[in-house]
Nanobody, 117 residues
């Protein structure tokens, strides 16, 4: 059974750091493009960062570029999001997503990140 389980969220002060993890199982992880999305209360879900299979090209939303880093460990079936210099506007539920061009798309349940003094 396919599972994506996010962890690592919590409360952090502005300027602080967190590292999110997404543990995957039930599908060939290394063949999937992985990404992180976030959704704040009352707002639409938005793409934060993505990392491809193979050469592991990455892309980032302009709002997080230079502050966040996405990475993956195929041996552990895990994708990470290192978040530095956090801002209150980063507060949201963060979701892990797995995509294959010729297969189903999978979503995790999300982990809460709150940036506040």
């Amino acid at each position: 059974q396919v599972q994506l389980v996010e962890s690592g969220g919590g409360l952090v002060q502005p300027g602080g750091s967190l590292r999110l993890s997404c543990a995957a199982s039930g599908f060939p992880f290394s063949q999937y493009t992985m990404s992180w999305y976030r959704q704040a209360p009352g707002k639409e879900r938005e793409l934060v960062a993505g990392i491809a299979s193979g050469y592991e090209e990455t892309n980032y939303a302009d709002s997080v570029k230079g502050r966040f880093t996405i990475s993956r460990d195929n041996a552990k079936n895990t994708v990470y999001l290192q978040m530095n210099s956090l801002k209150p506007t980063d507060t949201a539920v963060y979701y892990c997503k797995a995509v294959h061009w010729n297969a189903r798309t999978y979503w995790g349940q999300g982990t809460q990140v709150t940036v506040a003094s």
